[in-house]
Each structure stands twice: as C-alpha cells, then as structure tokens.
C-alpha cells in the first residue's frame, strides 16, 4: 500500500481511539514511520536498477514484516502501550494484500509469500481501500465536530 492509505488507515485509528500525545506519536510511529527503511534501501535500488520503475525490486527489510513483533512486542510493554502493536498490525495486513514479495520470518527464514488478494489487482485494491478510510475519517471527523 502506500503511504497514503497508510497514513488514512492510521489516522482513522488515532481518530477512532481519541488518541493524544505518546499514544499518537506511537501510533503514526509504527502505522508509517516503518517505511522510513525505504529511503535507507533508495541507494541500493538505484545503483541496482537506476531510475527504471522495476515492479518486483524488494523494498522491504525486518523492520516491515510480523518478525517485527519479537521487538514491537517487547517495546510495547516498555511504554505501556498495546498501541505499536496494534498500528503495526495493521501496517502490515495492509501491506500484505498487495501483490509484491515478502518475507515473514526475514532474516531467520528465507521463506517468501505474496501475502493474500492476490487475484485482485492492486490498484482495485489500493483504490477500494482509499476510498473507505477517506470515507470513514471524513464520517468520523464529521460526526465528532458536527453531531
């Protein structure tokens, strides 16, 4: 998904929970700042493939699949907060229904999937989704400010 569904699904979630302070900063922490290993894989993918949009390269590391959890988990109970879990969560289920390459257990399993929907093209994917979180975060906004 991109980080636009992602930042709509976090922010109906930080909305929805009537987030404030840590929670909210640990909320769009782990429901987008985990892309932040994209800019650290940019120079990788243009020395590998240039400036060519290569559909397959794989962009993701550890800190983006459910291996994740064996820190987030941990961390969580550090600030006292089920919140990293839960927005991590949806990070990925996200993630997960789109067609690229990913690697649950990387770097203890080689193992690959491409997640699930993936008879459904992405792009019908992607735009379904946008327009339920952008629905529902205008709904929510509307009904918190309005009613």
């Given at each position: 998904m991109?980080?636009?569904?992602?930042?709509?699904?976090?922010?109906?979630?930080?909305?929805?929970?009537?987030?404030?302070?840590?929670?909210?900063?640990?909320a769009y922490a782990f429901g987008m700042g985990v892309d932040v290993d994209?800019?650290?894989?940019?120079?990788?993918?243009?020395?590998?493939?240039?400036?060519?949009?290569?559909?397959?390269?794989?962009?993701?590391?550890s800190l983006q699949e459910?291996?994740?959890l064996l820190w987030i988990i941990p961390l969580s109970f550090f600030f006292g907060s089920f919140v990293p879990v839960l927005f991590f969560a949806i990070h990925v289920a996200m993630d997960y229904s789109v067609y690229f390459e990913k690697m649950p257990f990387y770097p203890y399993s080689p193992y690959v999937t491409r997640g699930w929907l993936v008879q459904v093209p992405d792009r019908v994917k992607e735009g379904i989704l946008f327009t339920l979180l952008l629905a529902s975060n205008l709904g929510l906004y509307w009904v918190r400010h309005h009613v």
């Open positions: 991109t980080i636009v569904t992602h930042f709509l699904a976090t922010t109906l979630g930080v909305q929805a929970m009537g987030l404030e302070g840590q929670d909210r900063v640990l994209h800019a650290v894989k940019a120079p990788f993918y243009l020395r590998a493939v240039g400036l060519k949009n290569k559909r397959d390269y794989y962009w993701r590391s459910p291996v994740a």
